[in-house]
């Protein structure tokens, strides 16, 4: 008996032989089946059982399959919806997934094809209680919705790599979480940087297809003349240099995902084959003559706008169409900026961790403040390369910007307003009518004092925010601070004689 039997099928078609045929090819899988010929004949076996699964044609007497789509939905009811349309209706086929429906499948349907869906949709999921009433259902426990709470605790720990609370980052998490539960075409955009990848990865590992392969192709990196190969495969002999047969990237992702980045940069020749592949979900190796078929879930992402390079003619429409069912727009670092210190500490964590470092190195205030201040291009890419890089030079626990290459910027005069009438002075300066001057060192050695001082001050004696606050490594401030004799203790600050740390070998 099929593993997978003792699952419960609602077919709904109106057209007798068809409706027969979709119940005997189910009921040799054996699966239990129940048919229903219209909208409502399917609503009244809904409000009796509970189903697995709901196959329903898209055209029917008194409606179409998106209103049984809908009201599965709206009950929040765990029947995965598998929705059959005509033949090139790549609109129908569209709207389905977009309303919710696992997969669909276009007429004449194959039925090889047809029984690897509904398995694909029944993978890892119980069989509903056979015993149990649909009526009362919502809120009530189940066998089914058992199985979501368990697959929502699987994506928590998933979804957790995409570190980060600000609202953009959290409305990711919810489309990942949403759009995991179908087979929808998914298209991420985003900077390059941006984790489009992680995503990616996310959303595999927290849908059905979790312990089927995930492939991940970088379609700018491949030469033009590869590309029909590496996406397909060949046969030995199939052209020269073809030694040994070998499997392409659709039939490695067999039964799980294949995640396309950088799908803008397929020419228009390999984009024309990669629609027909993803519309007859077959592939034909270079060199065979038959065509494969195969069961995979295709995420594309690009950094560029496709809809833009659709209108300049780089893109083709039809398969920006079918990519396209559902976007996800990852937000930049510089949007997200308040998510920097999360981020910072799971890269360290990390590079900790692979490194067998025995403590995680930490970032200094300074480091931070300098790290707030920019503009982050490469976004988090560029920051895991900073952290790198920080964490290779330093020979200190704690990281500071220079070890970061980067420095903390002057605080900005753009919003500062300023009286001509009134000239800005620093501590201790001479104003325009007073004499300069006689030891210019000193002088400014004492206004650099009162600065140091004043930060102090400001800061509740706390060095390392003091000299955060005026550009300053901790390393920094203690320096100038001894060669200032500024000295902090129980009692407050305590004013000494200046004197050159440099000169004194036990000065650090």
């Not at 697959?151 to 409305?171: D, H, I, W």
């Not at 809809?307 to 039809?318: C, K, S, Y």
């Amino acid at each position: 008996m099929s593993p997978l039997a003792h699952h419960r099928l609602l077919v709904v078609d109106d057209e007798p032989d068809l409706r027969t045929l979709y119940e005997l090819t189910l009921l040799r899988e054996g699966y239990d089946i129940e048919t229903a010929g219209s909208v409502e004949d399917a609503r009244l076996l809904l409000a009796e059982h509970r189903f697995s699964a709901v196959i329903t044609d898209m055209r029917l007497p008194d409606g179409t399959g998106l209103d049984i789509l809908r009201q599965i939905e709206a009950e929040g009811r765990p029947e995965k919806a598998i929705v059959i349309t005509a033949y090139g209706s790549a609109e129908n086929a569209v709207s389905a997934l977009k309303a919710g429906a696992y997969d669909y499948l276009t007429k004449p349907v194959d039925l090889k094809q047809f029984r690897t869906v509904i398995a694909s949709a029944l993978n890892n999921e119980p069989p509903p209680s056979t015993q149990e009433s649909a009526q009362g259902a919502p809120g009530m426990p189940s066998p089914a919705i058992g199985h979501v709470t368990g697959q929502t605790e699987q994506s928590r720990s998933a979804l957790a790599r995409l570190a980060g609370s600000s609202p953009c980052m959290q409305q990711v998490r919810v489309l990942i979480d949403k759009v995991s539960r179908s087979m929808a075409p998914v298209l991420l955009w985003g900077e390059s940087g941006t984790g489009k990848e992680l995503v990616a990865r996310a959303i595999h590992d927290v849908s059905n297809r979790a312990s089927q392969p995930f492939i991940a192709v970088n379609c700018g990196a491949i030469p033009e003349q590869l590309l029909e190969a590496e996406f397909f495969g060949f046969r030995k002999g199939a052209f020269t240099g073809a030694s040994e047969e070998r499997e392409g990237f659709f039939q490695a992702a067999n039964g799980g995902t294949l995640f396309l980045d950088e799908i803008g940069d397929l020419p228009l020749a390999m984009q024309s084959k990669l629609l027909r592949a993803i519309q007859e979900r077959a592939v034909r190796a270079v060199g065979a003559t038959q065509e494969v078929h195969v069961d995979v879930r295709i995420i594309s992402a690009s950094h560029k706008d496709l809809q833009a390079e659709v209108h300049a003619g780089r893109f083709r429409q039809d398969l920006f169409y079918r990519l396209n069912v559902i976007q996800i727009t990852l937000p930049a670092l510089r949007e997200r900026l308040e998510d920097l210190p999360m981020l910072s500490q799971r890269i360290l964590e990390r590079i900790a961790h692979e490194s067998g470092m025995p403590g995680v190195p930490q970032l200094s205030l300074a480091a931070q403040s300098a790290l707030l201040s920019h503009r982050f291009p490469g976004n988090v890419r560029e920051l895991e390369n900073l952290l790198h890089r920080a964490v290779a030079l330093s020979t200190q626990h704690i990281l500071e910007p220079e070890d970061l290459g980067l420095l903390t910027p002057a605080p900005s005069l753009e919003n500062v307003e300023v009286e001509v009438a009134a000239p800005i002075h620093l501590p201790g300066a001479p104003q325009a009518d007073a004499p300069l001057p006689s030891d210019l060192v000193a002088h400014l050695d004492q206004i650099e004092r009162d600065i140091l001082v004043q930060a102090l001050e400001k800061h509740r004696l706390n060095r390392t925010a003091a000299g955060a606050s005026l550009g300053l490594s901790l390393r920094q401030m203690r320096y100038r601070m001894a060669r200032l004799g500024v000295q902090v203790n129980d009692q407050g600050i305590v004013l000494g004689e200046r004197f050159d740390p440099d000169a004194d070998t036990e000065q650090g």
